[in-house]
C-alpha cells in the first residue's frame, strides 16, 4: 500500500465547477504540502499546512491530523487550473510525493 | 527574478558516462534537495542538504553523489549513468518554518 494515496486520479471538469481533490496518508507527520505541476513539467508550491484551513485566492486547503487527510478545493474552476496537483505529507525533512491527480477544466 | 536555476534543461547520456546537474539558488534558503520524477510515480528524494556543509541521503540515494558547494549551490553528480537513472530531475530550496518549496524548472536527463 502506497503511504500516499490521492483520488481521484483523473478529474474532468467543466468551467465553473467545484474541484476537490483528496488525500490521505499512513505516516505520521507534521505538516502537508500541495503542490501544482504544470502541462510544461513546472513545480509550484500551492500551500503547506499542519492544520485546519488556508485559503489562497480561488484554492482552499484543510487537512485533519488525526484521520490522516487532506482536502484541496478548487471554487469557480477554469482552464488555466488544468494541471497536476500533488500532495506532499511532510516530516523532518523527507517529503513523501503522491503520483498526482490530473485536473483537466474544459471551457 | 528570484528562484532556483538548474542546469542543463535536457541532456542524452550514453551507459557509463558521468556528468554533474548543477542547482543555484538565490533565496537564501538553508535547505535544498534533488529529487526524481518517473512516468505514473510521486517525486521521490534523492539527497538533501539541511544546510551549508550537509547532506544526507533520501529514499533513492544509489549511484549519485551530490555536494552542498556553498549555501547557493547543489549538485549532483551521476558517476556512472544507467538506463534506470532516465527521468526529470528537479532541485528544490526552502527556508526553515512551514513555508513552501522553491523548484527548479527541471532536468530531462534520458540515458542510452
Known amino acids: 500500500k502506497n503511504e500516499v494515496e490521492q483520488s481521484p486520479q483523473n478529474l474532468t471538469a467543466q468551467e465553473g465547477e467545484f474541484i476537490t481533490i483528496n488525500c490521505s496518508y499512513s505516516v505520521g507527520i507534521s505538516a502537508l504540502h500541495w503542490l501544482q505541476q504544470h502541462p510544461g513539467g513546472g513545480i509550484v508550491s500551492l500551500f503547506m499546512?499542519?492544520?485546519g484551513k488556508k485559503k489562497h485566492g480561488r484554492l482552499i486547503a484543510t487537512i485533519n491530523i488525526q484521520e490522516k487527510h487532506s482536502s484541496l478545493h478548487i471554487t469557480a474552476s477554469h482552464p488555466r487550473d488544468s494541471a497536476v496537483y500533488i500532495c506532499?505529507?511532510?516530516?523532518?525533512?523527507?517529503?513523501?510525493f503522491g503520483a498526482g491527480t490530473r485536473l483537466t477544466v474544459k471551457p | 527574478n528570484a528562484g532556483v536555476t538548474q542546469t542543463p534543461k535536457f541532456q542524452v547520456l550514453k551507459t557509463g558516462q558521468s556528468m554533474t546537474l548543477q542547482c543555484a539558488q538565490d533565496m537564501n534558503h538553508n535547505s535544498m534537495y534533488w529529487y526524481r520524477q518517473d512516468p505514473g510515480m510521486g517525486l521521490r528524494l534523492i539527497y538533501y542538504s539541511a544546510s551549508e556543509g550537509t547532506t544526507d541521503k533520501g529514499e533513492v540515494p544509489n549511484g549519485y553523489n551530490v555536494s552542498r558547494l556553498n549555501k547557493r549551490e547543489f549538485s549532483l553528480r551521476l558517476e556512472s549513468a544507467a538506463p534506470s537513472q532516465t527521468s526529470v530531475y528537479f532541485c528544490?530550496?526552502?527556508?526553515?518554518?512551514?513555508?513552501?518549496?522553491?523548484f527548479g524548472s527541471g532536468t530531462r536527463l534520458t540515458v542510452v
Open positions: 499546512l499542519s492544520s
Open positions: 528544490a530550496s526552502r527556508d526553515s518554518g512551514l513555508y513552501g518549496y522553491t
Open positions: 506532499a505529507p511532510y516530516k523532518n525533512n523527507d517529503m513523501r
